[in-house]
């Protein structure tokens, strides 16, 4: 198990954007957090530090946490790749998709089991009865009882679901139900992924967020934007040298490394309208089907002579997801069917994660330079993506799944689809946005200043103090003495 190192972020930096009495309110209410926890540590617990939202909303939010002078610390568990396959059949399951195919039978629990009890092993170094401990999603949910057992207050965080139930997303609940029985607080992301078993009075909705002081949202110049994207190989020209970004800890950045890119001749020019999909390699992200709605949308004549980026991760570097790099090709198979003429208006990129900030500033300044942001997602736990371009004023087509819809309604923050596997649909509606400035700024204009009232990290924060003082913090520390 990995401890991953933080620093320090004053909450007041939210004050510009929430304005003097808000900001009051968060201050005093991490005081208030802050003697109720009385010296107990905050943990959290996932199964990667980079690639994902979970990632990102841990490293944005924790500095804060600490900051208020909570401890707060995050720890990544460890395990194989049959422990992650199994995962990742989990997580296709609680989306209602079949995944691999593979049953979750006893081997299946017996792979999760065992490495849950060897993180436990380590867990138990480190963690002390009275400890608040928050689990992220199923590759975590078996350390609950013996965390309970240890002492420690624990609270399984869901990030994923499904807005309705059927074979696969039951499979996926009974599969943890064994797991999480004596849990006493749970975090989902919207009422509708909250299973049947689950008592719904131990239930609290949180909606993710995102840092807007981040790298990979922090506001950027133009001339930044387009050193970077002509650096890291995205577009035509020359680089420059303002290719910096501010780093979580305040100290300067610089987009040094490039990226793998697929395509068939140059790079797009400055000029050139792009069509963006940012997320990782993975077939609930649909981005085979974004590629042939792309083909449907350039047929004939192409919309402002646009082109598009699908991008994501470099497979190599994301440990928890062994979907990535067989997605990554099947893309790039679909790619080599497409006809010469659409072929050479597409680039599949794979983005450097050696550094992490260095990634963000990157999706950041493609985000920013994107005509028409899409996330074609079959299903989708929140959508962090889409929060993202929203932010930058971005105008978004997005499938109406999940999170998405908590986000946008229709015509009024973006356009969406009803059916995310309709490629025509998804052809016109982006073609729509491509063809009508006026009515894509309008959009963006709108988004960005949702994600200000809803979706900033201010929101998130006092969400999670909200449930701290409601949390009977005596419970935990009296099991560890029992």
Same mark, same amino acid.
């Given at each position: 198990m990995t401890e991953v190192g933080m620093g320090t972020q004053a909450i007041g930096r939210f004050q510009p954007i929430v304005g003097?009495?808000?900001?009051?309110? =968060?201050?005093? #209410?991490?005081?208030?957090?802050?003697?109720? =926890?009385?010296? #107990?540590?905050?943990?959290?617990?996932?199964?990667?530090?980079?690639g994902g939202g979970v990632a990102e909303m841990l490293q944005a939010l924790l500095p804060y946490v600490r900051g208020a002078g909570i401890d707060a610390r995050w720890l990544v568990i460890r395990g194989d790749g049959d422990f992650f396959r199994v995962t990742k059949r989990l997580h296709h399951a609680l989306h209602g998709s079949l995944g691999d195919g593979s049953t979750l039978d006893e081997q299946a629990h017996a792979t999760y089991e065992a490495t849950m009890r060897a993180n436990a092993t380590d867990l138990a170094g480190v963690i002390r009865a009275g400890d608040v401990v928050l689990l992220h999603d199923p590759q975590t949910a078996g350390l609950a009882a013996h965390l309970l057992r240890a002492g420690a207050m624990v609270i399984w965080r869901c990030h994923i679901g499904h807005d309705s139930t059927n074979a696969e997303v039951e499979r996926g609940w009974s599969f943890l139900a064994p797991y999480l029985a004596d849990v006493p607080a749970f975090v989902f992301s919207r009422a509708a992924y909250v299973p049947d078993y689950c008592d719904h009075g131990k239930s609290t909705i949180i909606t993710p967020s995102i840092d807007a002081f981040s790298p990979k949202n922090q506001d950027m110049a133009e001339e930044t934007v387009r050193a970077i994207l002509g650096h890291?190989?995205?577009?035509?020209?020359?680089?420059?040298?303002?290719?910096?970004?501010?780093?979580?800890?305040?100290s300067p950045g610089r987009v040094d490394r490039q990226a793998e890119v697929i395509r068939l001749g140059r790079a797009p020019r400055w000029e050139t309208p792009l069509v963006v999909q940012v997320s990782r390699w993975d077939p609930l992200k649909d981005p085979v089907g974004v590629l042939n709605g792309f083909a449907k949308l350039v047929n004939g004549s192409t919309p402002a002579g646009a082109e598009l980026v699908l991008a994501g991760p470099d497979v190599r570097a994301v440990a928890d997801d062994p979907e990535g790099a067989a997605v990554f090709h099947q893309v790039i198979d679909e790619w080599r069917q497409l006809p010469p003429a659409v072929r050479q208006r597409v680039h599949l990129v794979s983005l450097p994660m050696a550094d992490v900030q260095e990634n963000a500033a990157i999706v950041n300044a493609l985000q920013r330079h994107a005509a028409v942001v899409v996330q074609k997602s079959l299903h989708e736990g929140f959508g962090l993506t889409v929060t993202e371009a929203m932010w930058k004023a971005r105008p978004i087509v997005a499938s109406a799944v999940g999170g998405i819809q908590d986000q946008i309604v229709d015509g009024q923050e973006g356009l969406l689809l009803r059916n995310p596997a309709d490629l025509d649909a998804f052809a016109a509606r982006t073609r729509l946005l491509l063809e009508s400035p006026e009515d894509a700024q309008r959009l963006g204009a709108a988004a960005r200043a949702r994600v200000a009232r809803e979706f900033l990290g201010f929101n998130h924060l006092l969400k999670y103090a909200d449930l701290i003082a409601r949390l009977d913090l005596s419970r935990g520390s009296a099991a560890g003495r029992d």
């Open positions: 003097d009495q808000p900001m009051n309110g =968060l201050i005093q #209410r991490a005081e208030a957090i802050r003697e109720r =926890l009385a010296g #107990r540590v905050v943990w959290n617990v996932n199964s990667t530090a980079a890291v190989g995205l577009t035509e020209g020359a680089a420059g040298d303002s290719r910096g970004f501010i780093r979580e800890d305040g």
